[in-house]
Structure formats: C-alpha cells, structure tokens
C-alpha cells in the first residue's frame, strides 16, 4: 500500500509564493518520475511540472519561470515553490509518483490565489 499525502496549499495574494510538499510512504523500493498535475472545475487534469529520479525537471510553458519543482529522494517527496502567482493558478493540485509500474495520486490540496 503506497500513500501520496500532500501539504502546503492555501489562500495567498497575486504575486505571492506557496511551497507545496508531497511524501510518499508504504511499500516502496523506488519511485520514478513524480510530479505535480492540477485541476479546476469541469476541466481536464493538467500537468504543471515533472521531475526525474537524476532530478531532470520538466514544466508546462504556463508555470515556467515562476515554479520550481525538486525532491528529496532519501524522504520520498516532492516539492513545488511557486512564486509570482497569479489567478489563473488557482486550481486544486495533485501530486503524483510512478512506483514500478503504476502510477499513484494524492488527495489534492487547493491552491487559491486572490486579492
């Protein structure tokens, strides 16, 4: 049994920054590529950043510049700094990790960004 459990969303202004945070625990020898994805109302899941067991990042052009993703392999979780945040950022956002060869989801933590 493997558990994402994220933490460190919440209310924040425009231009303002968030760290989220994501450990992974249960049965796990070694975890793949794991990531931060987000989703608002009665839209697709979206992918936000990636990033590889070597620590190669990927990001979608939208977040570019302003998140940073990175991990702590020896804890088995994932952060994303996100600085200069605007509204269109607002979304529920969830972590995700690739063990062997499924692909394992958190509950979700919302991130609004409002004045």
């Known amino acids: 049994q493997v558990q994402l459990v994220e933490s460190g969303g919440g209310l924040v202004q425009p231009g303002g920054s968030l760290r989220l945070s994501c450990a992974a625990s249960?049965?796990?020898?070694?975890?793949?590529?794991m990531g931060w994805y987000r989703q608002g109302p009665g839209k697709q899941r979206e992918l936000v950043a990636t990033?590889?067991?070597?620590?190669?990042?990927k990001y979608a052009d939208s977040v570019k510049g302003r998140f940073t993703i990175s991990r702590d392999n020896a804890k088995n979780t994932v952060y994303l700094q996100m600085n200069s945040l605007k509204p269109e950022d607002t979304d529920v956002y969830y972590c995700?990790?690739?063990?062997?060869?499924?692909?394992?989801w958190g509950q979700g933590t919302q991130v609004t960004v409002s004045s």
């Open positions: 990033i590889t067991t070597l620590g190669s990042p």
């Open positions: 995700n990790a690739r063990i062997g060869r499924l692909d394992y």
């Open positions: 249960g049965s796990i020898v070694s975890i793949g590529v």
